[in-house]
Nanobody, 125 residues
Framework: VQLVESGGGLVQAGGSLRLSCAAS????????IGWFRQIPGKEREGVSC????????FYADSVKGRFTIARDNAKKSVWLQMNNLKPDDTAVYYC???????????????????WGQGTQVTVSS
């Protein structure tokens, strides 16, 4: 299983970034995908997750209305569109994958075994 994130960077508050996660080495259609973020010294937080068939999504309260998750199973890719970014969104963002269910989605780090290397997002005030 390989997950490669891209799209992080430095942006001013109010700006936008689009994170991408390219997957390989597993049957992508069977896996839920999640975006998590971590600040040094804090637990990894579930930002947004999507079920294998993209019928179910989860958003943390802190990002609802600003972030949108989407996937393309044919391209084995997941994106996280982040709008109206705030300094509190500054973190390393990770893409994660694990066998999922099309009846619901769980967005807890304990439920995901496969992780990318992370991409830094920095939002300046």
């Amino acid at each position: 299983v390989q997950l490669v994130e891209s799209g992080g960077g430095l942006v001013q508050a109010g700006g936008s970034l689009r994170l991408s996660c390219a997957a390989s080495g597993f049957r992508f259609d069977d896996f839920a995908i999640g975006w998590f973020r971590q600040i040094p010294g804090k637990e990894r937080e579930g930002v947004s997750c999507i079920s294998p068939s993209d019928g179910y999504t989860f958003y943390a309260d802190s990002v609802k209305g600003r972030f949108t998750i989407a996937r393309d199973n044919a391209k084995k890719s997941v994106w996280l569109q982040m709008n109206n970014l705030k300094p509190d969104d500054t973190a390393v963002y990770y893409c994660a994958a694990d066998v999922g269910d099309n009846q619901y989605v769980i967005c807890s780090q304990n439920e995901y075994e496969n992780w990318g290397q992370g991409t830094q997002v920095t939002v300046s005030s």
